[in-house]
Structures are given as structure tokens and as C-alpha cells.
């Protein structure tokens, strides 16, 4: 054997040692406007929530305001919209819009969710009975848009929960659960202009043309537990729901995580376990306002708060993402940890939505203000993702977009993951018009 003479591979290791081959690099995200709202009295404005996609690719939403109802000094009562994508790639998204009735309700706060056959479900913050009877309180609607019935009709809008007292400002999206009965949250919920809170259910007719009936199926009471929930509830296994709490919580005050079990036999009581509880400790997450939590992988809670962290450019902390890890064993603690401290610069600062869990186990989500835009006074906001370490490390924060005003600003809502892997997604603020905009961001 000649070990003096090198061969082909000694060739290939001197050539990669000389040349390093690198990954190619990845294109910068490009965001793209779908809609510039218009405002009262033509179109919607003020898309609070965020958006759905449906199996046939078109987005659905909600504005605050707009619409051709109410009065010019309250800008509209708002809308319901759905933005069809182009027919062809490059084409403008046509959109659809739902204009709210007195007897539907009046803005909406939220997204909507999507049921069997087409049908918009959502809420609104309001409905003008109740408002005019309780001397400007009283509750939101929870309402059902189902499509024609034949080409060319008209779209149906009709309430179908019993508003007061059980719903009494909501402010998060419906959820629909087994059997369409239709979960979410109020703000003060079973009393008004007393209660702290409740989680409802909205369950159908068991007859065709019948009322549906409206339950609280847990009223938060703020000393042992949380108070003022203003994000919706996430199914997990075995039917529990899970959510958060904008108050309360014994020790700390900014809020809890919860769950609910459903009762054993039909007619029994749900049964609320606190997970955790915010702004416990210094630095600790803070006050997750509009975030619920998302399921991923083995159970894990993943989340955000709009304040708390390590973050101190923001005089209450600038916000975290946080998980929370189920225990090994039945009746044991959840075990909380700070994925990420936002620090209020061009990372981004105070996230008001959730996260959601793309592949490789990426979070995706939006912070209200922070980020690179200088057209508004602390930033108009980011768009980011958080990735989580190969090992054991830190997970790594990475803006996809800054907002600059001119193509929205401040996102209050997450976003969502549309059938193309895009990120989809609104802003209550900027844009051509200063209405708002619903985006992609590729």
C-alpha cells in the first residue's frame, strides 16, 4: 500500500476543508397585504381578532367596527367578513362582508370559529337590547352565519345564545366542542356589574328550529381562583378545557392558567384546577390578557403575557412566552418556564395573542408594539418566531416582520397557519386607510 500518494478522497476532504460548503441560505419572509379595511360606513375597521382559514382556503374574521349600522359618531357596529383568495396566483382576495344587526349584536372583539357546512359562529362584545335595557351594560351575542340555501341568496345572521346575565362582555373567540355545543368566556359573566368571570356553553337544539340553551358552567370568584377572563378555552384530552385568567390567582394576582374537567355523569358539576399562577415571583410572566394556551407535543401549554419577564425597557416587563409542562404523575405540579423575555427593542414587546405550534415544534406570534417600524411612538409591532433548541439551550427568537404603519401596525391577535405553511394574520391599526389590514406573511 502507498500511503504516500493521496487519492480521490484525501482530494474531496482537501477541497471541502478549502471550499466549506455552506446551507443556502433562507429568503427573508415577504409579507403581503390582503385587505386594506375602509371603515364605516362601507366596509369593516378595526379587525381586533384574528383570522381562520377553512379547508377551501378562505379566511374568516371580524372587525370592531364599520359597517353601514349603527351611527357615524360610533363608526359602526362591525362586521363579519371572509376574504376569498384569487383564482389565479398574483390575483387581489376578494372580500365578504357580513354586516351585524341590531338583533345579531355589536362589536365583535374576536375571531370566529368555523362549523359543519360552512357556518360562521362568534360573539359580540354587546347586543343592543341589553345595552339599552341595562343603561349601556348587558352582554354579547353569541351568533351563527350559515350559507344560502341555493345560489344567490342571502346569508342568514341569527343570535342563538340567551346573552344576559351568563355572557356579559366577552372579549375571546367561541370554541366548538363535541356535540356543537359551543364554549367560551365573559369578563364578568353570571352578575353583571358583579361577577368576575365565567366560562359558558351554548348548546344546539335537539330539534331542528329549536332555541339553543345557555349555561354557565363555571363562575370564577377571584379570591381562591382567577377573575376576568378575556381569552378563549382550548380542548385537551378527555374533553378538559384549558384557559387563562387576566386576574386573580392567590400569591400573585396577574392571572392563572386553568383547567376544567368535564363532570363524570351528565347534569354534575365541571371541576377547575389551577395550573399555575401569574406574576408569582419577580420576573416571573405576568398577565396574559387576550393569550389562551395552545396544546403541543406530550401535553405541553404553551402561551404568552402581555407583561412580566426579564425585560426592563417596559416599567411593568415587556412580556414573555411561557410553557408549561404536565407532571410525570396524576396530582402533581405543572412545571412552568420562561421561553423567552422580550426586551421592548427590536425584538419586539408586550405579545397580547397566543402562540401557535408549527412544525419542528416553532412557536409563531405577534407582539403589539416593538420592532424595527418608526412610524409609530414604541413601534407598530413584529411578527416572530421562537425556536427551540437542538439540546438543551435556549430557545432563539427571530422577527419575521416589522410593521411600519404603511402595512398595518399593532397586531393584537396571534396568527394563523394556512394550508400553504403562510403565516395569516390582522392588524387593528395602519394601513392605507388607518383601519386595518389582514396579511400573509410567506
Avoid at 360606513?41 to 372587525?63: E, K, R
Avoid at 392567590?250 to 395550573?275: D, F, H, N, Q, R
Avoid at 420592532?371 to 439551550?393: D, E, K, Y
Wanted: proline share 8%; hydrophobic share 30%.
Amino acid at each position: 500500500m502507498n500511503t504516500g500518494t493521496k487519492g480521490p478522497v484525501w482530494t474531496i476532504l482537501a477541497a471541502l476543508l478549502l471550499f466549506p460548503v455552506y446551507a443556502a441560505a433562507q429568503p427573508a419572509p415577504t409579507l403581503t397585504t390582503l385587505h386594506f379595511f375602509a371603515g364605516y360606513p362601507t366596509d369593516g375597521a378595526d379587525p381586533i381578532g384574528g383570522v381562520v382559514m377553512g379547508a377551501d382556503g378562505v379566511l374568516h374574521g371580524t372587525t370592531y367596527y364599520g359597517g353601514p349600522y349603527g351611527q357615524s359618531y360610533d363608526n359602526g357596529w362591525g362586521t363579519v367578513f371572509s376574504l376569498v383568495p384569487p383564482a389565479t396566483p398574483g390575483g387581489s382576495w376578494t372580500e365578504i362582508a357580513y354586516n351585524l344587526t341590531a338583533e345579531v349584536g355589536e362589536r365583535p372583539n374576536s375571531g370566529v370559529a368555523l362549523g359543519p357546512d360552512g357556518v360562521i359562529y362568534g360573539i359580540t362584545e354587546f347586543s343592543c337590547t341589553e345595552r339599552c335595557q341595562h343603561g349601556g351594560g348587558g352582554g354579547g351575542n353569541v351568533f351563527q352565519i350559515t350559507p344560502p340555501a341555493s345560489a344567490g341568496a342571502a346569508w342568514v345572521e341569527k343570535a342563538i345564545s340567551d346573552n344576559y346575565p351568563v355572557i356579559t362582555y366577552s372579549y375571546a373567540p367561541v370554541v366548538i366542542g363535541s356535540g356543537g355545543v359551543i364554549y367560551g368566556t365573559s369578563w364578568e359573566g353570571a352578575t353583571l356589574f358583579d361577577g368576575v368571570g365565567d366560562v359558558f356553553a351554548v348548546t344546539p337544539p335537539t330539534s331542528p328550529g329549536g332555541s339553543w340553551t345557555t349555561e354557565s358552567i363555571y363562575n370564577f370568584n377571584y379570591t381562591n381562583d382567577g377573575s376576568y377572563p378575556e381569552s378563549p378555552v382550548t380542548f385537551g384530552a378527555g374533553g378538559v378545557l384549558y384557559g387563562t385568567t387576566t386576574n386573580g390567582g392567590i400569591g400573585g394576582g396577574g392571572g392563572i392558567v386553568y383547567s376544567l374537567t368535564p363532570p363524570a355523569t351528565s347534569g354534575g358539576s365541571w371541576t377547575e384546577t389551577i395550573l399555575y399562577t401569574f406574576g408569582s415571583t419577580p420576573d416571573s410572566p405576568d398577565n396574559p390578557n387576550n393569550a389562551g394556551v395552545t396544546i403541543g407535543p406530550g401535553g405541553v401549554l404553551y402561551g404568552t403575557t402581555l407583561w412580566g419577564g426579564a425585560g426592563t425597557a417596559c416599567s411593568k416587563g415587556c412580556g414573555t412566552v411561557y410553557s408549561l409542562k404536565p407532571p410525570s404523575s396524576s396530582g402533581g405540579a405543572w412545571t412552568e418556564t420562561t421561553l423567552y423575555n422580550f426586551t421592548g427593542g427590536g425584538d419586539g414587546n408586550n405579545p397580547n395573542g397566543g402562540v401557535v405550534v408549527g412544525k419542528g415544534g416553532v412557536l409563531y406570534g405577534t407582539t403589539t408594539a416593538g420592532g424595527a417600524g418608526t412610524s409609530c411612538s414604541g413601534g407598530c409591532g413584529t411578527v416572530f418566531s421562537l425556536t427551540p433548541p437542538a439540546s438543551h439551550g435556549s430557545w432563539t427568537e427571530t422577527v419575521l416582520h416589522s410593521f411600519n404603519s404603511s402595512d398595518g401596525a399593532n397586531p393584537s391577535a396571534g396568527v394563523t397557519i394556512g394550508l400553504d405553511g403562510a403565516l395569516y394574520g390582522t392588524t387593528p391599526g395602519g394601513g392605507t386607510n388607518g383601519n386595518g389590514t389582514v396579511f400573509r406573511l410567506k
